[in-house]
Nanobody, 121 residues
Framework: VQLQASGGGLVQAGGSLRLSCAAPGRTFDSYTLAWFRQAPGKEREFVAAVSWPGMPLLYSGSVKGRFTIYRDNAKNTLSLQMNSLKPEDTAVYYC???????????????WGQGTLVTVSS
């Protein structure tokens, strides 16, 4: 499954961005969808996940209350609304799909190419 992430960019601290992920020609039925991120020089880390068909939701402690994950099953898309962005949110963000509901990236079989989010102070 080829996932396509988009929406990254440069934003000032305190600002907002919305990331999107799509899978042209394929549905996400039965899959948990998630966002991960990897900052320069750091390991990839879990951000948020949403099970099929839309609940439950899972967030990392560092983004809970600021980020919202959302899946639109009719449009076959995944989104991540990011508010109150901080410089430490700077990373390449990846969308991923798995048949397991997990925050462990080893459980995810399908990945997007990543989109860069840069938050300036």
């Amino acid at each position: 499954v080829q996932l396509q992430a988009s929406g990254g960019g440069l934003v000032q601290a305190g600002g907002s961005l919305r990331l999107s992920c799509a899978a042209p020609g394929r549905t996400f039925d039965s899959y948990t969808l998630a966002w991960f991120r990897q900052a320069p020089g750091k390991e990839r880390e879990f951000v948020a996940a949403v099970s099929w068909p839309g609940m439950p939701l899972l967030y990392s402690g560092s983004v809970k209350g600021r980020f919202t994950i959302y899946r639109d099953n009719a449009k076959n898309t995944l989104s991540l609304q990011m508010n109150s962005l901080k410089p430490e949110d700077t990373a390449v963000y990846y969308c991923a799909a798995s048949l397991r509901y997990s925050r462990d990236d080893s459980e995810y079989n399908y990945w997007g190419q990543g989109t860069l989010v840069t938050v300036s102070s």
